[in-house]
Each structure stands twice: as C-alpha cells, then as structure tokens.
C-alpha cells in the first residue's frame, strides 16, 4: 500500500523560505518509486486544489506561472522523497500542501496534506 507524508509545512513571514518534503513508501517492485511522475499541489478553503509543480521520472520539470522563479521541485530516488523549495513567500501561497505519486501502471496516490501560512 503506498503512502506520502508530507513535512516541513508551518507558519513563515512574507518573504520568507520553506522547504516541503514528502517521502513515499510502500511501492512495489514493478513501479518504484523513481517511475513515478511527483507532484505538489495545494488548495485553500472554496477553491479548487491546484497544481504547483510535478516532476517526471526523467527529472523534466514543470510549474504553474505564478510559482516560476520562487519554487523549486527535486526529488531523490534514493530517499523515495520528493522536495519543494518555495522562496519569496507571500500571503498568497496559504494554503494546504499536498503531495501526489502518479503511475500509469501503478495508479495515483495523495499524500494527507500539509498547512503553510505565509503572515507577519
């Protein structure tokens, strides 16, 4: 049974850096963990959940416009962890942080969240 737990999420200043990791576990053999296309997404209270970045097995990455040039996803296959970098905060970025594992073969799983606030 896979599992994603996220960490790292917690209140931060504007302006301010925090660095998001969510470690998978529970994959099989068939579809590891470096197979796997990660993603962050996150989401706020009435809205729709959102994609902030993903990273595919090869390491291509991608972002939504508004997080180009503040965020950065990475993974280490070794660790089975997927990071995100997040830089010059703002008020905005509040939200729930999630982390998602995606496989064609070996299915889509969420991670159960994770709470960053971004106030003075």
């Known amino acids: 049974q896979v599992q994603l737990v996220e960490s790292g999420g917690g209140l931060v200043q504007p302006g301010g850096s925090l660095r998001l990791s969510c470690v998978a576990s529970g994959m099989s053999s068939g579809s590891i963990f470096s197979t796997y296309t990660m993603n962050w997404y996150r989401q706020v209270p009435g809205k729709q959940r959102e994609l902030v970045a993903l990273?595919?097995?090869?390491?291509?990455?991608d972002y939504t416009d508004s997080m180009k040039g503040r965020f950065t996803i990475s993974r280490d296959n070794a660790k089975n962890t997927v990071y995100l970098q997040m830089n010059s905060l703002k008020p905005e970025d509040t939200a729930v942080y999630y982390c998602?594992?995606?496989?064609?073969?070996?299915?889509?799983?969420w991670g159960q969240g994770i709470q960053v606030t971004v106030s003075s």
């Open positions: 990273i595919r097995s090869g390491g291509l990455t």
């Open positions: 998602k594992a995606f496989h064609p073969y070996g299915g889509t799983y």
